[in-house]
């Protein structure tokens, strides 16, 4: 069973900054690309941005500059820190992750979101 926990949502102004966070625990043997995505009310999921095992990102155009993606293996966890935050980032935002646990399949597990709301 592998878990992934999300943290750090919250209410804040345009111009602000928000860090989230996302951890894995459960029976993992290794994970390979972590990530975020977001859902907005009436729209589809889409991805924020990505990070390999090696550390390569990806970011959707809409938030590069603003956003980074980063992670500690260490700790299974991933970050992410936005900065210059609109309204248009207000969101739900999900973590992913492709891991091989110890049992079973490798596949893709999901976080249960955290809301991002911003006021302007």
């Known amino acids: 069973q592998v878990q992934l926990v999300e943290s750090g949502g919250g209410l804040v102004q345009a111009g602000g900054s928000l860090r989230l966070s996302c951890a894995a625990s459960?029976?993992?043997?290794?994970?390979?690309?972590m990530g975020w995505y977001r859902q907005a009310p009436g729209k589809q999921r889409e991805l924020v941005a990505s990070?390999?095992?090696?550390?390569?990102?990806n970011y959707a155009d809409s938030v590069k500059g603003r956003f980074t993606i980063s992670r500690d293996n260490a700790k299974n966890t991933v970050y992410l820190q936005m900065n210059s935050l609109k309204s248009e980032d207000t969101a739900v935002y999900y973590c992913?992750?492709?891991?091989?646990?110890?049992?079973?399949?490798?596949?893709?597990?999901w976080g249960q979101g955290t809301q991002v709301t911003v006021s302007s």
């Open positions: 992913t992750a492709d891991v091989r646990p110890n049992f079973g399949l490798r596949r893709g597990y």
């Open positions: 459960g029976s993992i043997f290794s994970i390979n690309a």
């Open positions: 990070i390999t095992s090696g550390t390569v990102t």
